[in-house]
């Protein structure tokens, strides 16, 4: 089942995105994050699972993300952007619901110019499919400033080398707050508020699209 | 057609009025609180986590899946969020089918495919004593009700109910087939006049067994007729009521 | 303490930490340079009790086919079992990793060192920068103190002269001539770490570390432009919020630009 966002790519809007959820048929919760018609990002998810007695946490949840790249080992850049899912994820789960469990989330990466922003966007729907309890949504936005200092939503794989900085946030669906930035390149202060505001704007765009997505599930029963 | 019917548990929440608002988790459910049903008593959690624990650090409710808003005006007014998942988290009184994994002392240990396994003592078996011990061997299914599920405690299962009566628990016999659905499926399944069942009851005569666990376990008279009855059970997740009514009559017209 | 987070909250409710700190005072920063001399550069940074020290080793090889004129930075934060009872000896662990690759973002982000610049023959001979940052003592902000000690360390770094012999085509290594690197921009990094959702402060002990909700991390360079914004999840900040952090970034960073030129100028007369 899958559910479009026919958006016109333009300079501030997004590329057409969508998103299929239950397409494996084991994991307690997936989905699967395409740009454009390209399977960009797929996720799985497992879990409340018993936990490893090493690994247990007595008051919540432990929860593990594993990324996979397209190509060869995960190296160092797939475990910092694990990290970042990780804390991403931890913080909008009520772990505190399932003690001494584990949840994990795989994530595998299916082309060449996935930004982390699609694998935000892929773990959140794999959350909400699993049927996790979750304090908020979240969703990852890429900001590419051109030299020329202007603001790009989502660039492309050439518009990111030309790119001065990219900035990818995850934003909450409560007050649109930051939940993660990454930023590669330098800019300065006030670049960073406008791309912020940006993506803060963009982030409604998605949200909605969430929304879209799951009202085709439960709609069609 | 010979159902048992004592093994189907009652539903307990009728007909919810198709209310067909769609909620996302970090959404204030202001018509909870518009309606006053006296709602922060009244929410269960049925697939559902409408937090009257989140209130506690915020005005109001917090809602936490994803899922259909459903309400029930009786018995005081309940209102919970009907969302699909497939991992089961147990839940006190749910009746659940069981696989018996071990057999520890005077407990059984059960894999109810939660993320624990569940401990049933010998003694919860009507008519169970210290000299008349059940039978129950390793491998065995069990259909039985949570006596203690929370999320600090390993869940206990029991096979008896409050008056001591079995009322269709205990375990399940040889033969059949056990496979794993959705638990939005069962729910379907277990609503007071179901469809699907019905029509399914006009093809062939079948037991049946439904687990809140999302198992199903399912014996017809030959083994293909059971292994009918599972695919169409299985189907049911996808298919709509048209494609449904087809198929049937598709298989009733080969007999 | 039976209630850390209790405790906690009630030295915050009065702006200060149990170890007598502001919300927003660093703890003592200390810095010695040089002092592994089998290293081309070294320098050991204490904040408070976090000790990380950084050694440079600059080796040759064959620059990449790609960028012909580009040397290598090599980074390696390595977490010994030595610093902290929760790391254990084996292949790095998540952090350890995740922490290699932040401090490179820093230096390509930043561009503090120009790969260009250690590219000694096109297409034949580069510099590659092994930096190694071993923390010795974990108390906390570990990305602050390992970001000060590859900056201290590079900047101590004296590269021979290497000529190639026109005839031979042989590297020629003269070590009695040395330059030190050309350092183009000075990164800082300030780490946050953030309370409840709401309380921000500055540079975080380990049991604050573990106790906070969130943590930040924001890197600026001496023109106030932001080399990095590091906020691996943790709670939602609003983007006021994160505008404080940056302003509190950009004057951490002339405290520690100042105290880097002292210890360079105390050592340079030799």
């Known amino acids: ?121 892929a773990a959140c729907m794999a959350l909400l499919d699993a049927g996790l309890p979750l304090a908020a949504l979240f969703c990852g936005v890429t900001c590419a400033l051109q030299p020329d200092g202007s603001v790009l939503l989502d660039p492309t794989a050439r518009q990111e080398q030309e790119a001065r900085a990219i900035l990818t946030f ?43 997505s799951v009202r085709r599930r439960y709609c069609k029963s | 057609m010979r159902r048992r019917a004592a093994r189907r548990p009652r539903p307990w929440w009728g007909s919810g009025a198709a209310r067909d608002l769609l909620l996302l988790p970090a959404q204030y459910d202001e018509d909870a609180e518009g309606d006053g049903c006296g709602s922060a008593r009244a929410e269960r959690r049925r697939g559902a986590a409408v937090r009257a624990g989140a209130a506690a650090l915020r005005a109001g409710l917090l809602v936490t899946k994803c899922g259909l808003l459903r309400h029930r005006p009786a018995g005081g ?3 919970w969020v009907d969302s699909q998942q497939k991992r089961y988290v147990p839940v006190k009184g749910d009746h659940v089918i069981g696989i018996v994994t071990a057999k520890a002392g005077d407990v059984f240990r059960l894999d109810v495919g939660g993320s624990e396994p569940a401990s049933l003592s010998y003694l919860a078996f009507e008519g169970a004593t210290k000299r008349n011990r059940p039978n129950v061997q390793v491998g065995d299914l069990i259909y039985g009700q949570f006596l203690v599920a929370n999320k600090d405690m390993e869940p206990e299962m029991v096979c008896i109910d409050s008056s001591g009566k079995s009322s269709g628990m205990g375990i399940i016999g040889q033969d059949g087939f056990l496979f794993k659905v959705s638990l939005g499926l069962i729910r379907k399944l277990l609503a007071p006049k179901c469809e699907i069942i019905q029509e399914l ?42 494609q449904r009514k087809q198929a049937l009559a598709k298989l009733s017209g080969n007999r | 303490t039976v209630e850390p987070l209790e405790y906690y909250r009630r030295f915050l409710k009065e702006n200060c930490r149990p170890d007598g700190r502001e919300l927003g005072e660093f703890r003592t920063t200390t810095v010695n340079i040089g002092s592994i001399t089998t290293a081309d550069g070294s320098a050991l940074v204490k904040l408070g009790n976090t000790t990380v020290i950084c050694g440079v080793k600059a080796e040759l090889a064959a620059p990449a086919a790609d960028s012909a004129n580009k040397g290598y930075i090599v980074p390696n934060v390595e977490l010994p079992s030595l610093c902290a009872e929760r790391f ?17 973002d820093v230096i390509e982000n930043s561009q503090m060192i120009v790969k260009e610049d250690l590219c000694i ?98 890197v600026t360079d001496e023109e106030g432009r932001l080399c990095s914004v590091h906020k691996p999840g943790g709670s939602p900040l609003t983007g006021a919020k994160l505008q404080d952090c940056i302003t509190r970034a950009i004057t951490r960073h002339k405290e520690v630009k100042k105290l880097i030129d002292k210890v360079i100028k105390s050592i340079t007369p030799k």
């Open chain 1, 1 to 121: 089942m899958a559910a479009v966002m026919a958006v016109e790519s333009g300079q501030s809007r997004l590329r057409p995105f969508s998103c299929e959820l239950g397409l494996l048929s084991r994991p307690d919760g997936r989905a699967t994050f395409l740009q454009g018609v390209t399977p960009s990002v797929l996720a799985g998810l497992y879990g409340p699972v018993e936990a490893k007695i090493s690994k247990e946490l007595p008051d919540r949840a432990a929860l593990e993300v594993l990324l996979r790249p397209k190509v060869g080992l995960p190296g160092v850049l797939e475990r910092s952007r694990e990290q970042l899912l990780r804390q991403t994820c931890e913080a909008v789960v009520l772990g505190a619901l399932h003690p001494r469990t584990a949840i994990t989330l795989v994530l595998q990466v299916l082309s060449d110019a996935s930004l982390l922003s699609c694998c935000l966007n």
């Open chain 1, 170 to 212: 995850a934003i909450g669906s409560s007050e649109r707050k930051v939940l993660m930035a990454t930023t590669k390149g330098s800019c300065s202060v006030e670049e960073m508020q406008q791309c912020l505001a940006a993506a803060q704007g963009a982030a409604d765009t998605i949200f909605q699209f969430y929304r879209d």
């Open chain 2, 77 to 79: 007014g309940a209102f």
């Open chain 2, 201 to 242: 009851s006009q093809l062939y005569p079948f037991e049946l067994v439904l687990g809140m666990n999302g198992r199903i376990w399912v014996k017809a008279k030959t083994v293909q007729q059971t292994l009918i009855i599972v695919n169409i059970l299985e189907a049911c997740e996808y298919m709509s009521a048209e």
């Open chain 3, 88 to 104: 254990r000896s084996g292949p790095p662990g998540e952090e350890a990793q995740a922490a290699s690759q932040f401090i490179a």
């Open chain 3, 121 to 218: 023959a096109n297409g034949k001979l580069a510099w590659v920068l092994y930096c190694d940052i071993i923390c010795l003592d974990y108390d906390g902000n570990l990305l602050d103190a390992s970001v000060f000690a590859l900056l201290a360390a590079l900047k101590n770094v004296q590269l021979p002269l290497v000529t190639i012999n026109e005839e031979t085509g042989l590297s020629e290594v003269n070590l009695k001539q040395k330059n030190p690197l050309l350092i183009r921009k000075h990164p800082v990094a300030t780490s946050f770490a953030v309370f409840d959702d709401t309380l921000l402060i500055v540079d975080p002990t380990a049991e604050e570390e573990d106790l906070a909700t969130g943590t930040v991390t924001i």
